[in-house]
T-cell receptor, first 110, second 113 residues
Framework: QKEVEQNSGPLSVPEGAIASLNCTYS??????FFWYRQYSGKSPELIMS????GDKEDGRFTAQLNKASQYVSLLIRDSQPSDSATYLC??????????FGSGTQLTVLP | DGGITQSPKYLFRKEGQNVTLSCEQN?????MYWYRQDPGQGLRLIYY???????QKGDIAEGYSVSREKKESFPLTVTSAQKNPTAFYLC????????????FGSGTRLTVV
């Protein structure tokens, strides 16, 4: 069974701090990794995708991938209350399927 | 604007009843997927289809059925055999370039009454 595990949370950080979200995956064949943000009652929206080992930055978001350790992370700098949501990590598999983790609930405190 | 439309937004099912959730996309994507999300949990794959007239079971297909008669449409039927159907159902599609990830519909919340 291919699995994606996320730190269960919930995670609370003060406004302006760095939020760190972590994810591990079991399928060494996974090539692409994604972070989705999901607000309560809404569908997930893609915020970052990463293919290659190392860091990828987009605005306040940085995704990090280490394929040797089968580890993916998301850093959110200068966290804002609007970042409060559940963050889902996903790894690609066959047939362009994505396997999702159970999510980490983030609360940014004003 | 291109996107995925799911309907209805809310659906109530009586015991023993079959219900169908609609999913339509105008993104010209070949592959479409149905996921189920339970409170506090991630997404679990029900069925997926990579081309018209072909589909495969996902991890939790029991009690569900699908069809793919048109590229744009991938409806999901929740049958009476699904004993615990109350959940949030998400339809997604993806282009040939996986880099862009899934595009999701807005979801259907199904409740058994």
């Amino acid at each position: 069974q291919k699995e994606v595990e996320q730190n269960s949370g919930p995670l609370s950080v003060p406004e302006g701090a760095i939020a760190s979200l972590n994810c591990t995956y079991s399928d060494r064949g996974s090539q692409s990794f994604f972070w989705y943000r999901q607000y309560s009652g809404k569908s997930p929206e893609l915020i970052m995708s990463i293919y290659s080992n190392g860091d990828k930055e987009d605005g306040r978001f940085t995704a990090q991938l280490n394929k040797a350790s089968q580890y993916v992370s998301l850093l959110i700098r200068d966290s804002q209350p609007s970042d409060s949501a559940t963050y889902l990590c996903a790894a690609s598999g066959s047939a362009r399927q994505l396997t999702f983790g159970s999510g980490t609930q983030l609360t940014v405190l004003p | 604007d291109g996107g995925i439309t799911q309907s209805p937004k809310y659906l109530f099912r009586k015991e023993g009843q079959n219900v169908t959730l609609s999913c339509e996309q105008n993104l010209n994507h070949d592959a479409m997927y149905w996921y189920r999300q339970d409170p506090g949990q991630g997404l679990r794959l029900i069925y997926y289809s990579q081309i018209v007239n072909d589909f495969q079971k996902g991890d939790i297909a029991e009690g569900y059925s699908v069809s793919r008669e048109k590229k744009e449409s991938f409806p999901l039927t929740v049958t009476s055999a699904q004993k615990n159907p109350t959940a949030f159902y998400l339809c997604a599609s993806i282009s040939s370039d996986i880099y862009y990830g899934y595009t999701f519909g807005s979801g259907t919340r199904l409740t058994v009454v």
